[in-house]
Structures are given as structure tokens and as C-alpha cells.
């Protein structure tokens, strides 16, 4: 919390334009590879689109990690988190 507050609104100078790699505009293949659901309202395939301009429109934005995964964390024995390969931050 104290990373994604710290970069709040802050430019990505350096970084990636878009943190991650998962994000929909370098997914085509998984995107098309998604069966759409008979539940149109539980489809992430049909929500997709609408969920990517949302994100993109938010008007409070920060730095994410880019490849938050297991591997990349580490926790102590008080709990508290360490994170690390920040290769995709932006």
C-alpha cells in the first residue's frame, strides 16, 4: 500500500508507459482464445473491453509491479512483505 501511495499520480519517467505485461492490448491470442459464457453478466471475455477503458480512464493512477507473482514476493516472520524483479513496473 505504502509503494502504490507513494507513486500516486506520479509520471512513469523511464518505465514502462503501462506496468504489467498482462494487459489486454498485448493479449490478443489469450483474449481470442476465451469461450464465451452463456451468463453474459459472469463473461470476463464480454467485460473485458469495458473493464480495459475503465482502467485506463482512472483518473488516480500509480506504479504497479508488472510481475506479481509468487516468485517475486518474500515474507519475514512479522508478516511483512517484500517485493522484488520489478522488470515490468510502470
Not at 6 to 24: C, E, V
Not at 68 to 73: G, P
Request: aromatic share 12%.
Amino acid at each position: 500500500a505504502h509503494f502504490h501511495a507513494f507513486n500516486l499520480s506520479k509520471p512513469a519517467d523511464g518505465l514502462w508507459q503501462q506496468g504489467n505485461y498482462w494487459h489486454l492490448s498485448t493479449r490478443p491470442d489469450e483474449f481470442n482464445k476465451l469461450k464465451d459464457n452463456l451468463d453474459k453478466k459472469s463473461d470476463i471475455k464480454n467485460a473485458a473491453h469495458k473493464i480495459d477503458e475503465q482502467l485506463q480512464s482512472c483518473a488516480y493512477k500509480t506504479l504497479i509491479h508488472g510481475d506479481a507473482k509468487l516468485a517475486n514476493f518474500a515474507a519475514n516472520e512479522r508478516d511483512e512483505i517484500l517485493g522484488y524483479d520489478f522488470q515490468y513496473i510502470g
